[in-house]
């Protein structure tokens, strides 16, 4: 593997499936397993890794777009799994090789902080994942973020943030109202606007890219989401223009710090 602090892509963002591959030097792991398990392999060995040589998956919660390819991925490789105890209460008692995590944990030479989102489930996880002195922050499928995590959030190296909808296109859809109302709830998705808001409180010197993820395919557009963050971090006077959009059915490009 590379000589990198870290390194990241995101194989796959939305509401049909979500997986994302981060690794140091001698570490690798996903995040979340929501893509078929061969979709899966096949994402991994277009970069060319092993899936035998994961480390690691980390859950962020329990809802199929993120958890659906796991059991056939685990019967075939084994990983060990991450998670919570209300997640593996919740839906994963099946597993045999996994971590009941706390606030903080390692894998190998990982550090990781587990931060607790705002989502419809029992449980859901953010992560910041760190290795020596750089950074990823890894955010998706919440309503809000807590306050109390601000001061932990700020001036990392990768942001990786949902900005899952526009407000107005969602309000303009065909969704029935109770589903719009879940979505823009505490409970729910962040917007283009929260996100990007977030965004300017967080990102600060050190910060080298923001990848923005689970883009709903009918309620926003790349282009949207992109412009949106933009506009905002110019009115709060911040230059950045380091900004990749996740997809549904392409991988990012592999970020390295």
Do not use: C, W
């Not at 997986?19 to 979709?39: P, Q, R, W």
């Not at 998705?189 to 709903?216: C, D, M, Q, R, W």
Request: aromatic share 8%; glycine share 4%.
């Amino acid at each position: 593997m590379d000589n990198v602090s870290l390194k990241i892509v995101a194989l796959a963002t939305g509401s049909k499936g979500n997986v994302s591959y981060i690794a140091s030097s001698n570490t690798e792991i996903l995040i979340d397993a929501g893509l078929t398990s061969s979709n899966i392999e096949k994402k991994l060995e277009a970069l060319n890794i092993n899936p035998n040589d994961l480390n690691g998956i980390l859950i962020t919660h329990t809802h199929t777009d993120h958890t659906s390819g796991l059991k056939v991925f685990l019967k075939k490789y084994h990983t060990k799994v991450y998670l919570s105890k209300k997640m593996y209460e919740e839906l994963f008692s099946y597993l045999s090789n996994y971590e009941i995590i706390e606030d903080d944990f390692i894998i190998k030479d990982l550090n990781i902080k587990a931060i607790k989102l705002s989502h419809d489930t029992d449980d859901v996880n953010g992560y910041i994942i760190e290795n020596n002195s750089n950074s990823i922050v890894y955010i998706t499928d919440t309503g809000y973020i807590n306050r109390k995590y601000f001061d932990l959030l700020k001036n990392r190296d990768i942001y990786v943030m949902e900005s899952n909808h526009d407000v107005e296109m969602l309000m303009n859809g065909n969704r029935p109202y109770h589903i719009k109302q879940r979505i823009l709830g505490d409970r729910g998705h962040l917007n283009n606007v929260e996100a990007a808001n977030y965004l300017a409180k967080f990102i600060g010197p050190k910060t080298k890219k923001i990848i923005l993820i689970h883009l709903s395919e009918d309620n926003n557009t790349p282009e949207l989401a992109k412009e949106t963050l933009k506009d905002i971090l110019k009115k709060n006077n911040i230059d950045f223009n380091n900004i990749i959009i996740s997809t549904q059915n392409e991988s990012t490009e592999l970020v390295s710090i």
